[in-house]
């Protein structure tokens, strides 16, 4: 695997001061491509801070982001998700009143650029049927394929969190950041979810970076874990290695839905 490919995101000495605080100190983080890479660490140690600085949501303080080689550290979120970055967010952001198809359909906004130009040649019709019919196979790959015409709010919430998955999947990303996306799901939900990206991400050679709490879906899922605590990379290794160390159980202790997970 070369060492600088498609979906190569590298975070360098990412720095994010609010106020007093300081939410990110010089993390260092690299996600090769084609890798699925592990985010955990306890509440408030900057595991969305990181996204949001990776994605553009949030100016750094300091330090750089480098896509594919490439400084993306000024460019704002909607130029890095052309550029391949894809992510979902914590809180979904869902239509709830919107169907499964029309909000997979507004993931795919980026490729709507050329729609003026496409209407004035006569092809906003074709656009967008092509437009329509890619995110309904989207939405098949993540198993929505029956629900497409269900509005999202009457949904379990496990399928409404896959339906965030394939919103970011409808951009066509080279790198997918998923913060938290099994959080709320039961651990049959969760288990589907870890088996379902894992395939997607082995179908689209896609590079993942995954924020969870489920250390059971995180092992299930992630090449590599890191780990972030109090905003510092404490450490990086192998789910089993990141399982077993003595400064990853010190950083979870105090929080009791930890200390259960990693009974
Ligand atoms: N916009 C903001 N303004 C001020 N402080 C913020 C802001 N966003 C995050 N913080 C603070 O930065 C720290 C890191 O928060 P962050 O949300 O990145 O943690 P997290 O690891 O994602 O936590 P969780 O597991 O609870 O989602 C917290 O102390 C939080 O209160
Ligand atoms: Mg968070």
């Known amino acids: 695997m070369t060492p600088v490919g498609r979906g190569h995101l590298e975070g360098i000495e990412i720095t994010k001061r609010y106020a007093g605080l300081v939410a990110n100190d010089a993390v260092e983080v690299e996600v090769r491509a084609g890798e699925v890479v592990g985010l955990i660490g306890p509440n408030g140690a900057g595991k969305t ?5 990776l994605t553009g949501f949030t100016p ?6 480098l896509l594919d080689g490439e400084d993306v550290t000024e460019l704002p979120p909607a130029r890095r998700a052309e550029l391949g970055m894809a992510r979902t967010f914590q809180q979904a952001k869902l239509f709830a009143h919107l169907t499964v198809a029309e909000n997979i359909l507004l993931g795919r906004h980026r490729h709507y650029r050329a729609r003026a130009w496409q209407s004035a040649l006569g092809l906003g019709a074709a656009a967008e049927r092509e437009a329509t019919e890619a995110s309904r ?15 999202v709010g009457d949904l379990p919430y496990g399928t409404q969190r896959m339906v965030e998955v394939a919103r970011a999947l409808a951009t066509e990303p080279t790198i997918l950041l998923l913060d938290e996306p099994g959080a ?15 395939r997607i991400h082995d179908e689209r050679e896609l590079s993942i ?24 990379l404490i450490m990086e290794g192998t789910a089993d290695e990141v399982r077993r160390d003595p400064r990853v159980r010190d950083a979870y202790l105090g929080t009791a839905a930890s200390q259960e997970e990693y009974a």
Request: with cysteine.
């Open 184 to 198: 709320g799901m039961d651990s049959n939900e969760s288990a589907y979810f870890g088996h379902l990206i894992r």
């Open 209 to 232: 970076l995954i924020i969870e709490h489920d250390v059971a879906l995180v092992a299930a899922v992630s090449d590599r874990v890191c780990v972030l605590d109090f905003g510092r």
């Open 60 to 65: 750094v303080t300091s330090g750089r982001v």
């Open 137 to 151: 196979q989207v939405a098949t790959e993540c198993g929505l394929g029956d629900v497409l015409d269900a509005p």
């Open 49 to 53: 801070t990181l996204f949001d600085c």
